[in-house]
Nanobody, 126 residues
């Protein structure tokens, strides 16, 4: 059974940093595509960053240069290092995964991911 558990959210001021973690219980962890999505009140869920099946990393434009996604295969954990946080980054952040061969064509399409965590709240105050 695939299980994803996020942690690391919290409240910070503009310019602060947080590191989100997603602990994954995945037998074939290394082969999965995994991503971070976020959903703010009144807005649709959007892709933040992803590691694709081939290992490539992708970011939405608004977080490029500020966020870094990474995997620690020894710990079966996906990370999202978030620096220079802005109030617009306030949202519930979710970890998601999908097993090959169902690798997403477009990494940011949340409907293409099969497994989801419960989310961790990130709040950035001005």
């Amino acid at each position: 059974q695939v299980r994803l558990v996020e942690s690391g959210g919290g409240s910070v001021q503009t310019g602060g940093s947080l590191r989100l973690s997603c602990a994954a219980s995945l037998f074939t962890y290394r082969k999965f595509a995994m991503g971070w999505f976020r959903e703010a009140p009144g807005k649709t869920r959007e892709g933040v960053a992803a590691v694709e099946c081939d290992g490539g990393t992708r970011y939405r434009d608004s977080v490029k240069g500020r966020f870094t996604i990474s995997k620690d295969s020894s710990k079966n954990t996906l990370y999202l290092q978030m620096n220079s946080l802005e109030p617009e980054d306030t949202a519930m952040y979710y970890c998601a995964a999908v097993r090959p061969p169902n690798c997403p064509t477009w990494w940011y399409v949340w409907g293409d991911y099969d497994y989801w965590g419960q989310g961790t709240q990130v709040t950035v105050s001005s």
